[in-house]
């Protein structure tokens, strides 16, 4: 069976301070697409990071890093000096079937940052 | 260049109506995917469409049905409307739909089902 859980379903926390966000996975697949969204008030999903299975490289941008470890099957996101922009649901997802795009979503974690 | 478009933006039906969703792909895009959002399921795929043809399908009674038109727009019809349909309906494109490339979504229509 293929699951993502995000056990947090609400953070707070003040400007500039830092934030993980978790993502667990499961799948049997040994390849596989997991996803980062970023949902704001507006409804969209933002696209954030895409990484595949064979790469264990952490990846920085700007203010943002993911540290993907295989070996706990999680892929969780931080947030550096957070800012009030920042504030909306990021959803972690899972594309495991070869030859689609469906995802298969976490249940959200939302963040508000606070002035 | 444009994102995905779709329409209408609100929608309120009555149960037992029927009601179709439009989704316009960013230009180049051949891959449409469905998703519905509720507050008690979260994101949850409906369907999938390439070239055309369905790819794939979510866990969604017959009254869910949707199509590709040839030049990638995608439509989603629900008929006999319940009131467990009020969601937020996301349409995502891509370019080849492998999942080897982003889904990028439009802003979703809100459906209400009163």
Not at chain 1, 33 to 50: A, D, N
Not at chain 2, 76 to 81: A, E, G, R
Request: hydrophobic share 30%; net charge positive; proline share 3%.
């Amino acid at each position: 069976a293929q699951k993502v859980t995000q056990a947090q379903t609400e953070i707070s926390v003040v400007e500039k301070e830092d934030v993980t966000l978790d993502c667990v996975y499961e799948t049997r697949d040994t390849t596989y697409y997991l996803f980062w969204y970023k949902q704001p008030p507006s409804g969209e999903l933002v696209f954030l990071i895409r990484r595949n299975s064979f790469d264990e490289q952490n990846e920085i941008s700007g203010r943002y890093s993911w540290n993907f470890q295989k070996s706990t099957s999680s892929f969780n996101f931080t947030i550096t000096a957070s800012q009030v922009v920042d504030s909306a649901v990021y959803f972690c997802a899972l594309s495991a079937t070869f030859n689609t795009d469906k995802l298969i979503f976490g249940t959200g974690t939302r963040l508000q940052v606070f002035p | 260049k444009a994102g995905v478009t779709q329409t209408p933006r609100y929608l309120i039906k009555t149960r037992g109506q029927q009601v179709t969703l439009s989704c316009s792909p960013i230009s180049g895009h051949r891959s449409v995917s469905w998703y519905q959002q509720t507050p008690g399921q979260g994101l949850q795929f409906l369907f999938e469409y390439f070239s055309e043809t369905q790819r794939n399908k979510g866990n969604f009674p017959g009254r869910f049905s949707g199509r590709q038109f040839s030049n990638s727009r995608s439509e989603m019809n629900v008929s006999t409307l319940e009131l467990g349909d009020s969601a937020l309906y996301l349409c995502a494109s891509s370019l080849v739909g492998r999942g080897t490339t982003e889904a990028f979504f439009g802003q979703g229509t809100r459906l209400t089902v009163v």
